[in-house]
């Protein structure tokens, strides 16, 4: 939940630290906001989910089996 307007981004990473591809970048506001994405073309693999809002950063570990 965005407790503000801005810019977001939610960027996935492989666990070498390059970036396979920027799935969201966009402008949400206040509220709960929703998106959906797609990881077609991703190798089984663990990968790291970034979101980034304006004012700091959430990540986590993907595994695509």
Known sequence: E???KGQI???FTDLEGRTVGNLIQQNV???VN???ISLDGL???IYIL???PADGTATRKIVID
């Open 50 to 52: 970034t979101l980034k």
């Open 43 to 45: 190798a089984r693999g």
């Open 29 to 31: 506001s206040p509220g």
């Open 34 to 36: 929703s998106s959906s």
């Open 2 to 4: 965005a407790d503000r």
């Open 9 to 11: 981004q939610l960027q």
